[in-house]
């Protein structure tokens, strides 16, 4: 190997044979060289260390073999071994100089033993072979940082893609809830004009009848569509309650059905005697329609999709990560490709998604999971390559019977009774639609357009109010503030908040009567008598309100 042989430049007699020769009976490869232009020329063919009598210094070729020297890389300093003339420390200015220009030189005064030699020359080779190595290990650390900056960058501009994407489900959840909210104060007139209608039409014209209960089933669906986009921007007010499962499981199938495609076939069952689970209605609807459209991703050439609620215990094959009890479940599965174990480890990570760039944003399992977690309950996955995933979702059991489905009270409006209403929104579509619904029931309405306006009301004392019902999201002046403000100058008046989308969690907000938007003629009226009945119980909290 030329990196490990020795070179010897002795000139005078045979020193260099002698050299050569020593160095080789000891296990050293070594070659004799004439001069010092030879010396650099094999320098550069490749050698461990040379072996140079101080005479030799003194030729020609000194400087080309210094450049040499100075022309290495950073990782190696070339070891030279120089047999000095035995001056016993009295030596020229020159030969000192001659000496410095060689950088790492080690010094043999002569007359010297074989064995010291030999010693100086494997200790020379020793340090080349370090420097070898340090260079080889510099190689593999720049290749590894090559590759971890190619990795990093890799990483970085996946970083950077996803939070594209969560940017862009920002902006569009923010363009949702903003459309959603404007159409729900667009369906509030809509419905209310509509049973207004109904009224009015006698019983005697039929056709007139069917053609307002079908306008009104159409808006009840809208409604509820706006519901589902308000759910996507998180902008509903959450409400956990008691849910009737199977019944929700029923009205959605219809949705499921048209969201996925007919390619995939779509089970929907659930047990009989279900208990009520305690969650919000609408993070639940989006929680199931997020896993019914993941596992349409899985099934891209079809399959079957299953969707089954049934009770639960602790000690069931799917042990979950929650507190001892009876829970609803409720199970997504799919005949699709399936996970491997690494990716159904990450599963539920925010931002991983193992589709591509612009498909997906890897939020969807991850909000599943935090919806079951704040909901007191929990999320199961499994999955087998090529067989398909479940996922079992997991739901306290509530300790109340879900009440009936709204609808079954859309016709029983409840009584009027006498009394005046502040009636308060910034939307003058929807505040005369609304006051045309409580004028319709018996009541006294008094407009107001804006908060401000409604304190001047307030403030009129010959000016008999007997509840407040307000908008609550209006520039300047919210409908909270203006309870808060109204509870000051009217202590314990009833108030009712009407809402499109608002969470009302800050000051007397999470307290604070609402209803929300769009909402028919005998919601409104059976809100508002139920409060008025109870108006004395609602001075505690007006007072409250007041200190």
Not at 327 to 334: A, C, E, G, L, M
Not at 398 to 405: C, F, H, M, R
Not at 432 to 439: D, N, Q, S, V
Request: charged fraction near 25%; charge should be negative.
């Amino acid at each position: 190997m030329s990196d490990a042989r020795v070179l010897v430049l002795a000139p005078i007699g045979r020193d260099a044979a002698v050299a050569v020769a020593l160095l080789g009976r000891n296990g050293l490869a070594a070659d004799a060289v004439e001069d010092l232009p030879e010396l650099t020329r094999e320098l550069a063919q490749g050698a461990g260390a040379a072996v140079i009598a101080e005479e030799a210094l003194s030729g020609d070729g000194l400087d080309d073999l210094v450049s040499w020297l100075d022309g290495q890389p950073p990782w190696s300093d070339f070891p030279l071994i120089v047999l000095a003339n035995g001056h016993k420390g009295v030596r020229s200015p020159r030969a000192f100089e001659r000496l410095d220009r060689l950088r790492n030189v080690v010094l043999l005064e002569r007359p010297l033993h074989a064995e010291s030699m030999v010693r100086a020359v494997r200790s020379a080779l020793n340090a080349r072979r370090r420097q070898y190595e340090a260079r080889d290990h510099l190689a593999r650390s720049r290749e590894e940082l090559e590759r971890l900056v190619i990795e990093r960058t890799r990483e970085r501009e996946e970083a950077l893609a996803l939070l594209h994407e969560a940017q862009k489900m920002e902006t569009i959840g923010q363009l949702t809830g903003g459309v959603a909210h404007d159409f729900n104060n667009l369906l509030t007139p809509v419905m209310g004009s509509l049973d207004l209608l109904r009224r009015r039409i006698g019983p005697d014209d039929a056709r007139s009848q069917r053609l307002v209960e079908t306008a009104l089933q159409a808006s009840g669906r809208a409604a509820t569509l706006v519901q589902r986009l308000l759910a996507f921007a998180r902008r509903q007010d959450l409400q956990p309650r008691a849910v009737d499962v199977g019944e929700l499981l029923a009205g959605m199938e219809d949705l499921v059905r048209r969201s996925i495609g007919p390619t995939v076939e779509v089970v929907v069952r659930a047990q009989s005697d279900l208990p009520s689970a305690r969650v919000d209605p609408g993070q639940l609807e989006l929680a199931i329609l997020n896993l019914a459209i993941n596992a349409r991703d899985a099934m891209p050439t079809g399959g079957v999709l299953t969707i089954e609620a049934s009770i639960c215990a602790n000690d069931d094959p799917h042990p979950a990560r929650v507190p001892a009890g009876s829970y609803v479940r409720i199970s997504v599965s799919d005949t699709g490709e399936g996970m491997d174990e690494a990716t159904l480890r990450r599963a539920v990570e925010p931002f991983f998604s193992t589709k591509g760039l612009g498909k997906g944003t890897g939020l969807g399992l991850s909000m599943v999971h935090g919806m079951a977690a704040q909901s007191g309950g929990d999320l199961q996955l499994a999955s087998t390559p090529l067989v398909g995933t479940r996922a079992d979702l997991l739901l306290p059991v509530a300790d109340e019977v879900a009440a009936p489905a709204e609808k079954n009270h859309y016709d029983a409006v409840a009584p009027a009774r006498s009394g005046t209403v502040l009636l308060v929104d910034d939307e003058d579509l929807v505040r005369r639609g609304t006051a045309e619904m409580l004028i319709d029931l018996g009541y006294s309405v008094i407009q107001a357009g804006s908060g401000a306006e409604a304190l001047r009301v307030l403030r009129a004392k010959d000016t008999a109010v007997d509840m407040l019902v307000s908008d609550y999201l209006m520039p300047a002046m919210n409908g909270a503030d203006l309870v808060m403000e109204a509870a000051k100058l009217r202590p314990g008046i009833a108030a009712l908040l009407i809402t499109g989308y608002a969470n009302l969690t800050q000051g007397l907000g999470n307290e604070l009567p609402r209803l929300a938007k769009p909402f028919r003629q005998a919601e409104l009226a059976a809100r508002i008598a139920e409060l008025l009945a109870g108006k004395s119980s609602e001075a505690p909290m007006a007072a409250q309100a007041s200190a």
